[in-house]
Nanobody, 123 residues
Framework: QVQLVESGGGLVQSGGSLRLSCAAS????????MGWYRQVPGKQRELVAA???????NYTDPVKGRFTISRDNTKNMVYLQMNSLKPEDTAVYYC?????????????????WGQGTQVTVSS
């Protein structure tokens, strides 16, 4: 089981930037696919971005060109750089470990979740 701790959320104006960080503990981090999900009240948690152990990335369409997921395997860290933020990006963001793929598509989250960090974008 991987333990995850997120940080970096907060309040930002529309058009601003934030960087989320996720610290992971546990073995085999370098080969585990990692991802960021987000959730707003009343809606299902949705995948925002994912990165494989080798660095291949996937993004949901609304964030393409604005968000960048990255990882530092030497530090067991995953990051989400969020630029040009919009009010509709407001959500609780969760780090996830062990995403499951079919070919190049994420088909399910992993079993390990962080506690979540709130991102609020004001208009």
């Amino acid at each position: 089981q991987v333990q995850l701790v997120e940080s970096g959320g907060g309040l930002v104006q529309s058009g601003g930037s934030l960087r989320l960080s996720c610290a992971a503990s546990g073995r085999f981090f370098t080969i585990i696919a990692m991802g960021w999900y987000r959730q707003v009240p009343g809606k299902q948690r949705e995948l925002v971005a994912a990165i494989t152990g080798s660095g291949r990335t996937n993004y949901t369409d609304p964030v393409k060109g604005r968000f960048t997921i990255s990882r530092d395997n030497t530090k067991n860290m995953v990051y989400l750089q969020m630029n040009s933020l919009k009010p509709e990006d407001t959500a609780v963001y969760y780090c996830n470990a062990g995403l499951k793929y079919r070919l190049d598509t994420v088909v399910a989250p992993g079993d390990s979740w962080g506690q979540g960090t709130q991102v609020t974008v004001s208009s």
